[in-house]
């Protein structure tokens, strides 16, 4: 007789040797939610920790494709997204997820899917003015033409987070090894990661080379 196992989040995290969370991302478009998302997940799979990225051109192309980008698409968008990173941290795999999500109900409701401690909201912090100026698509421009409605900081606004477990200051002129040190240290310090870290921006080689994008 096979006898029944039920195996848990926990179990997975222990084969993994490291914890399971989702580090979500959010910010105004061109802030750099997707270059430290991914800066990040390379950095971690050097350290053998099990990752897995979403961002918002991903799922729009799959999961998502039959949103638009009404208010209320915008709020299933993002319900989706967070019943996916549930899905994950079950899985015992750290997920980042790197998506405007302008609004705070939205956010909320992601993080109310996970256990506590496990939903880690990274607020990128930057201006405006830096976003449109590093604006590689066009975005804005479109937008301040009246091209592209609901555009948010445009014509629909963006809720900044009161009390995100990281925020990081992206403006045009701050380090990208800086920002990657700050969330990988606080993953460590969190426990979600084992390892001690090391400092990625020091010796003559750099871990990365990204071009700054949303």
Not at 159 to 180: D, Q
Not at 190 to 210: D, L, Y
């Amino acid at each position: 007789m096979i006898q029944t196992c039920i195996i848990t989040p926990k179990h997975r995290s222990e084969i993994k040797k490291h914890e399971s969370a989702c580090v979500w991302f959010t910010g105004l478009s061109g802030s750099g939610k997707s270059t430290l998302a991914s800066a990040a997940e390379c950095e971690l799979n050097k350290m053998g920790v099990h990752t897995f990225l979403l961002d918002g051109d991903a799922v729009r192309k799959g999961l998502n494709q039959d949103l638009g980008f009404s208010k209320q698409d915008r709020a299933e968008n993002i319900r989706r997204i967070g019943e996916v990173t549930k899905l994950f941290t079950d899985a015992g795999i750290i997920v980042i997820a790197a998506f405007i999500s302008p609004f705070a109900k939205d956010r909320e409701f992601a993080r109310s899917l996970h256990d506590k401690n496990k939903f880690i909201e990274v607020y990128v912090d930057c201006s405006l003015e830096d976003c449109e100026e590093r604006d590689i698509k066009g975005l804005y421009k479109k937008a301040r033409a009246g091209e592209i409605p609901e555009f948010t900081g445009i014509s629909s606004p963006y809720e900044v987070p009161n009390k995100p477990e990281l925020c990081i200051k992206n403006g045009n002129s701050s380090s990208l090894y800086e920002n990657i040190n700050s969330i990988i240290n606080y993953l460590e310090i969190r426990g979600i990661v084992p390892e001690p870290v090391i400092n990625i921006n020091a010796g003559p080689e750099k871990s990365f080379n990204f071009k700054m994008e949303n």
